[in-house]
């Protein structure tokens, strides 16, 4: 297993668990417009491509029904007020983080949220560890475009040499195969191994201080097919 100089990680599903504010909004816009919500279960198989994907997808009939721009506007709004209600750091994420920042390690997030949630969220969970955050805007394409990782390895001075990125999703897969880097797919979020198998993984870990040097090789549980 290689050791690395820079990780770009993901938010939702990787350092983050958001699951339970993204359906509490999602279900809330739907109602608000007399549409039937959906299961937790069915919201994570949704997540991942932006909020508008996750809309598209959470609305019968998709971006053509008439609904759709007011749905995505009232789930802005309210997922903008509480999207820290039960959003939290999955457990180990930030000793792992504080380790790595000590190790002299860099580290950005790269999300498909907006721009301005991902750094809010940011700034409030990880100002100590990460200070690049890249989110979805108008200047930069979204994932699985490499635009966000490119863009992440540019504020911190650095190449995509010694990077890796770090994921829960088929996406981040396609983002890291796009970026020409590394992707290391973790087993807390939002896919299993079956589906990221699937979809090309071939490396894995368990739990967030796999990461770590120290734990590899030999002393940690990171799975590579």
């Not at 668990?17 to 279900?27: C, H, K, P, R």
């Not at 996750?54 to 029904?65: F, H, Q, S």
């Not at 108008?138 to 992440?152: F, G, L, N, Q």
Request: glycine share 8%; hydrophobic share 35%; net charge neutral.
């Amino acid at each position: 297993m290689n050791t690395y100089d820079t990780y770009i990680f993901d938010l939702d599903g990787t350092l983050l668990y958001t699951l339970g504010d993204l359906t509490a909004s999602v279900n809330h816009a739907l109602e608000v417009y007399g549409i039937a919500g959906h299961s937790v279960d069915e919201v994570r198989q949704m997540v991942g491509n932006g909020i508008r994907k996750l809309i598209e997808l959470a609305i019968p009939g998709g971006a053509r029904n008439p609904q759709y721009e007011s749905v995505y506007k009232t789930f802005m709004e309210h997922y903008l007020a509480h999207s820290m209600d039960t959003t939290r750091p999955y457990e180990g994420i930030i000793a792992t983080l504080a380790a790595l920042k000590r190790a002299g390690k860099r580290m950005a997030i790269v999300s498909n949220k907006r721009s301005d949630a991902t750094e809010h969220l940011r700034r409030h969970f990880f100002s100590r560890y990460i200070d690049v955050a890249i989110g979805e805007s108008e200047s930069v394409r979204r994932k699985p475009a490499p635009d966000t990782v490119y863009e992440a390895l540019r504020r911190l001075g650095t190449t995509k040499d010694g990077a890796v990125y770090v994921g829960d999703s088929e996406v981040d897969l396609q983002t890291a195969q796009n970026s020409g880097i590394p992707c290391i797919s973790v087993l807390w979020g939002f896919r299993d191994k079956c589906f990221l198998a699937a979809h090309g993984a071939t490396t894995f870990i368990f739990r967030p201080e796999e990461l770590l040097p120290a734990t590899r090789p030999g002393n940690g549980s990171i799975q590579q097919l």
